[in-house]
């Protein structure tokens, strides 16, 4: 049994993580803005098997609240073994253009939320000497295009700053997974026309799983954005900057 | 994902799809407006063109499970394939499964869906205990046997035309364990089926018979009769793996000659007469749900069936007549299912089953002459005074339809001001 803490555990990826979480009888906190859609969430993961599920109003950029989530979290579980970091949104990035209030908020939600959860989680594994931070990060992060850069730098943020963490607690036996999905069907994304390339959520949760469960340092979801990444990542500049991606 | 085509993969139109995740999540403010479960409705029940299809496979999630009554309460989307995986292997199925366990609880209760235990459980909505029905309002009504009762019973078989069942409690049943002992024969012509089908639906939960349709002359009417229970085995379930059709075939290769090799196969290999025969119940319950897509067999131009319901007074000599049409056409397919069913009344407005026989035929789409073919099974239908099945329909008059259902004007006062379907357009035009 692990006793994991789960932040934004509305999101599609997250509640299809937690129910394979759930079917083995793990105990679960989760954190989320949305009191009834977490005990409804809460509700179906007891069915499934989870030994607990308990759940924490949390919005994201309430930085101040952070230790106290993690001190509830950890009171519920009886300890902490494991952390998922999922919440996020998709920034307009037109409007973010416009307004540097914008630009701001989205990057307080997706990289600076996310960059102090882990400060908080790191100093409390250290303390207690094991444990695993898993971080949902994006394809998006591996190079900025002009569609959405605003996304992408906040999660090239993230996806640098657990590298960093990774390397700092490597040594103490704690694990940091940077979980890099491509393109996943959830409400995030329900307004994009979707074709083969994407993913279901149950997927992608099946790949987290796996990732913390082995103490993995970058997984790619499903794993073909890894070679088309690469791709991506080694176009030179000068062919690049021509493009409208 | 869903697609907003449903299983005949005819008629298709051009639909709005929004999904809802949540059960909290408001409904849009635009309607028309219709509720697209899973889509394994043949025809245009689930489809709503140049309309808005709020799809619910996202409703998925448990809200309680007592091992020890026997009650589920989920929201609407919920695969009964998913409450098996959860139940069974603590003794409990859903009441009434139809032939596919791919269906929603929500799609379960709009067509209030029947199985091979007809004859003993009546259909799926005489194992409800309750549902919450979102309408466009804003309003939520609570619906139980007797809460809000006109409401359940317009909504148990109102194809999902009252509003969104977002949640529902259901009875499950008991079950020994997931093996289905009992027994195969072939039988040769129609009385034959009779007889048994009356002899066997005391001693056995499910009965069903699968028919020969091409047999003619002497041999019409034959088929295989299939009866078992549920039994405690303790052999490990076979090896669960799925296939999938992965393309269309642009010519279907259902044609006139290798559904007579199949019928003539299946009537005569072994397995048709076994006295003492053990089924797992996934092949015996859900035969075809190993095979993903199998509808895509029939090709680009996607296929019709025929579900009639013919009263017991008048199936002896309609359901010949039936069959001599069907044969002759030599348009109809491999998979013709008679069963009879039981005298427990459907619950529901609308509900399809009720005393009598029941045959159910896959036709290939071949336009005209099909869907003249199955006209000339209305007009037999019509005479008999019975019915055919909205969940298979897409195409029935809507002068037979009006026959069929005549509580269709009742329904009207429940259905919600913004919510309708091409089959609710079709059927009810005035003629
Ligand atoms: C291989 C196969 C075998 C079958 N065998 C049988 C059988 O033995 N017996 C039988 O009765 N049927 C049988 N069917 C038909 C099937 O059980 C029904 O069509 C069933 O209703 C499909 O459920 P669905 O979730 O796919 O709903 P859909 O087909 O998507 O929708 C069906 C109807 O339900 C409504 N609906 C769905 N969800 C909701 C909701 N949450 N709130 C309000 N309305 C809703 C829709 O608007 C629509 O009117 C079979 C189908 C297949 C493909
Ligand atoms: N879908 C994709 O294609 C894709 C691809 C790559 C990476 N990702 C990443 O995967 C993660 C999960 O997203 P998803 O696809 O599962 O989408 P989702 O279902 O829309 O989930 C997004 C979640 O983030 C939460 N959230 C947003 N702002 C918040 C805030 N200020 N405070 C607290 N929670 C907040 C949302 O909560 P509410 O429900 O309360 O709004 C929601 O639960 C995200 O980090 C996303 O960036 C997704």
Redesign the pocket.
């Known amino acids: 049994m692990q006793r994991i803490l789960i932040?934004?555990?509305?999101?599609?990826?997250?509640?299809?993580t937690a129910r394979l979480f759930a079917c083995r009888g793990d105990a679960l906190f989760l954190?989320?803005?949305?009191i009834e859609?977490l005990q409804a969430i809460a509700e179906d993961l007891k069915v499934r098997g989870a030994k607990l599920a308990d759940t924490f109003v949390?919005?994201?950029?309430?930085f101040e609240r952070i230790p106290a989530l993690l001190r509830t979290a950890i009171e519920h579980l009886g300890g902490l073994d494991a952390a998922l970091?999922?919440?996020?949104?998709?920034s307009d990035q037109t409007a973010c253009q416009s307004s540097v209030e914008q630009l701001r908020e989205d990057f307080?939600?997706?990289a600076l939320?996310v960059m102090a959860l882990c400060t908080n989680l790191a100093n409390q594994l250290e303390s207690q000497g094991h444990g695993v931070i898993a971080v949902?990060?994006?394809?998006?992060g591996d190079r900025g295009r002009r569609s959405n850069y605003v996304?992408a730098s906040a999660?090239a943020a993230v996806t640098a700053f657990t590298s960093g963490l990774r390397q700092r607690l490597y040594p103490l036996g704690i694990r940091v997974v940077t979980?890099?999905?491509?393109?996943?069907?959830?409400?995030?994304?329900a307004t994009?026309k979707k074709g083969a390339l994407?993913?279901m959520?149950a997927s992608v949760a099946a790949d987290i799983v796996r990732a913390m469960d082995s103490g993995k340092a970058v997984i790619y979801t499903p794993w073909f954005w890894r070679p088309i990444m690469w791709i991506i990542r080694s176009a030179p500049e000068t062919l690049f900057r021509r493009l409208r991606l | 994902m869903s697609t907003g085509v449903s299983w005949g993969r005819w008629p298709r139109y051009d639909q709005r799809l929004i999904p809802i995740?949540n059960r909290y999540q408001p409904l849009p403010p635009a309607g028309p407006m219709l509720v697209f479960g899973n889509g394994r409705s043949y025809g245009d029940v689930c489809l709503n063109a140049e309309g808005t299809l709020l799809t619910t496979r996202s409703l998925d999630r448990f809200i309680s499970f007592d091992a020890a009554s026997g009650v589920l309460e989920c929201e609407a989307g919920v695969l009964l394939s998913e409450i098996i995986a959860l139940t069974l292997p603590r003794g409990w199925l859903p009441a009434v499964t139809p032939g596919t366990a791919l269906v929603t609880v929500g799609g379960a209760i709009a067509n209030d869906v029947h199985g091979k235990n007809h004859h003993r459980a009546g259909s799926f909505g005489n194992h409800l205990l309750g549902f919450e029905l979102r309408r466009s309002s804003g309003e939520t009504l609570r619906c139980a046997p007797d809460q809000h009762a006109d409401w359940f019973a317009a909504t148990i078989g109102g194809l999902g035309l009252t509003g969104m069942i977002s949640t529902a409690r259901l009875q499950l049943r008991r079950v020994p364990g997931e093996w289905i002992a009992g027994d195969s024969q072939r039988f040769d012509n129609l009385q034959e089926f009779f007889a048994l089908a009356a002899q066997s639906d005391a001693a056995y939960e499910y009965t069903v018979a699968w028919l020969d349709c091409t047999a003619s002359g002497g041999k019409l009417g034959r088929g295989v009769f299939i009866r078992g229970n549920h039994v405690q085995h303790d052999a490990r379930p076979p090896r669960a793996r799925s296939l999938r059709l992965p393309l269309t075939p642009p010519l279907s290769p259902v044609t006139g000659l290798s559904v007579r090799l199949f019928n003539e196969l299946y009537f005569h290999r072994p397995a048709a007469q076994q006295a003492r025969a053990l089924w797992h119940y996934q092949p015996f319950l859900f035969p075809l749900d190993r095979l993903l897509d199998w509808n895509r067999l029939y090709g680009p131009r996607g296929f019709f069936q025929y579900q009639c319901l013919l009263p017991g007074t008048e199936a002896a000599t309609a359901l010949p007549e039936m069959l001599r049409r069907v044969a002759r056409s030599r348009q109809a397919s491999f998979l013709v299912v008679l069963k009879q069913f039981g005298n427990l009344p459907s619950l529901g407005l609308l509900s399809f089953a009720r005393p009598g026989v029941t045959l159910a035929l896959d036709f290939p789409n071949r336009g005209e002459p099909t869907l003249q073919l199955l006209e000339s099974l209305d007009v037999i239908t019509r005479a008999a005074g019975g019915a055919v099945y909205p969940a298979k329909d897409a195409r029935m008059a809507a002068q037979s339809f009006q026959q069929y259902f005549p509580a269709w004007r009742q329904l009207q006062d429940y259905i919600d001001p913004k919510f309708s379907s091409s089959f609710w357009r079709r059927v009810t035009r005035s003629w």
């Open positions: 932040v934004g555990a509305t999101s599609a990826i997250a509640e299809a954190a989320g803005r949305s859609r949390h919005d994201a950029r309430d970091i999922a919440h996020g949104t998709l307080d939600v997706n939320s949902i990060s994006s394809v998006a996304y999660k979980i890099k999905p491509g393109l996943v069907s959830t409400p995030m994304t994009f994407w993913a959520p | 995740t």
